[in-house]
């Protein structure tokens, strides 16, 4: 069954820094844009990054800009979140999800598949 698995969250201070995972089996990425979400208690799902498929090009929400910087190597059908000065506002699940074929990262709610998240959390 084709997956995306998400790696590398944990619990990190205020102002730290974090680099999420994710990496694809039994299908490709380099076809699709690729984004990164995230889901906290008591707020809506948010997108906070995506890429298009070469990796010439991405866009984040507002509250990820100057911050986080989304990457991708399709040789190893991996994407990754990079975080930087990290708030506790950050704090959520983080899910990788690919975009459908023919759509961009400008598209809404376009994605095909997703990961089963990652734990974030920033705090003290």
């Known amino acids: 069954q084709p997956q995306l698995v998400e790696s590398g969250g944990g619990l990190v201070r205020p102002g730290g820094f974090l680099t999420l995972s994710c990496t694809a089996s039994?299908?490709?990425?380099?076809?699709?844009?690729m984004a990164w979400l995230r889901q906290a208690p008591e707020k809506e799902r948010e997108k906070v990054a995506c890429?298009?498929?070469?990796?010439?090009?991405?866009n984040y929400g507002d509250s990820a800009k100057a911050r986080f910087a989304i990457l991708r190597d399709n040789a190893k059908n991996t994407v990754s979140l990079q975080m930087n000065l990290l708030e506790p506002a950050d704090t959520g699940v983080y899910y990788c999800?690919?975009?459908?074929?023919?759509?961009?990262?400008?598209?809404?709610?376009?994605?095909?598949?997703w990961g089963q998240g990652t734990q974030v959390t920033v705090s003290s």
């Open positions: 039994g299908l490709s990425l380099d076809r699709h844009s």
């Open positions: 999800a690919r975009v459908r074929l023919r759509e961009t990262c400008d598209s809404e709610d376009s994605y095909d598949l």
């Open positions: 890429i298009n498929p070469t990796g010439s090009a991405a």
